[in-house]
């Protein structure tokens, strides 16, 4: 059974870039939600996706957005970066909606200078 | 809104000492996680527990649903049980997770 990966490990970009952040989900799993982690903090909720359609959106704006692929691997797509957007990246794979476990990838550490 | 609260946030033991972690929280909720963040940031699953009693080796957890809290019992702490533990919870249908601040523990040899 293959876990959730994601890349790439890090990136490094410059305030204004756009960046893409990728995750395949673990085998089986058809639902992917996205968590940005800052140092010192708990993950916080980006978005969700399930079966290529988004599935719920956390307090974050329309900057950021997402793509969930057929085979329910999944793009975070983070336009116009700020300083603020420097953390880790957080994808995190389940089967179904209500109530199912999560598995997390290792991460992608964006810093943006 | 929504809340999840973590104590203690800071906990040093000696290794070989027992210690409990608690997650309170504030609804219903149809998922409850712990996990174990490792230095790299890998969150590691430990427990996958709404309701109930679980135990795997050194680790055991409980929910209590309806008082709304939860607790982690680490038992004989190793050093490499140091790190950042975080309860998550999902309370709706669209299984989005809701991270407490942690517990960052330090245990000395």
């Known amino acids: 059974e293959t876990g959730v990966t994601q890349s790439p490990t890090h990136l490094i970009k410059t305030r204004g870039q756009q960046v893409t952040l990728r995750c395949s989900s673990q085998s089986g799993h058809n639902t992917v939600s996205w968590y940005q982690q800052a140092l010192g903090q708990g993950p916080q909720f980006i978005f969700q996706?399930?079966?290529?359609?988004?599935?719920g959106r956390g307090n974050f704006p329309p900057r950021f957005s997402g793509l969930q692929f057929p085979n329910y691997s999944s793009e975070l797509n983070v336009n116009a970066l700020e300083l603020d957007d420097s953390a880790l990246y957080l994808c995190a794979s389940s089967l179904g909606l209500a109530g199912t476990e999560q598995y997390f990838g290792p991460g992608t550490r964006l810093t943006v200078t | 809104g929504i809340q999840v609260e973590q104590s203690p946030p800071d906990l040093i033991l000696q290794e070989g000492a027992n210690s409990t972690l608690r997650c309170n929280f504030s609804?219903?909720?149809?998922?409850l996680q712990w996990f174990h963040q490792n230095p790299w940031g890998q969150l590691i699953n430990l427990f996958y527990?709404?309701?109930g009693t679980k135990q795997n080796g050194r680790l055991s957890a409980t929910t209590v649903a309806t008082e709304r809290y939860s607790l982690l019992y680490i038992s004989s702490s190793q050093t490499t049980d140091s790190g950042v533990y975080f309860c998550a919870v999902a309370f709706n249908a669209g299984n989005m997770l809701t991270f407490g601040g942690g517990t960052r523990l330090m245990v000395k040899p």
């Open positions: 996706y399930y079966r290529e359609e988004e599935n």
């Open positions: 527990i709404p309701s």
């Open positions: 609804d219903s909720v149809n998922n």
